[in-house]
């Protein structure tokens, strides 16, 4: 997943984007991300990383990887 200043997220699987849309700061360390196909959950922690609750009842811990902005570039 990747996330940008301007409120929006895109998802990407095998280096493959499989959805994108907005990210809304709904309080402190609490984002809702949104898209045609989705309204999930993310709760930050410290130490750069997030719980992930995917479509309410699976819960992943991930990490952020880099702060630099970056791209995945397809033909």
Known sequence: MSFTHEGEFEEYFNS???DSGTLKKEEEGVYSIHSENKTDLLLTQK???????????????LKNLDKAPSSILTD
């Open 47 to 61: 130490g750069d990383q997030f719980y992930y609750y995917f479509d309410n009842d699976e819960v992943y811990l």
């Open 16 to 18: 493959k984007l499989v």
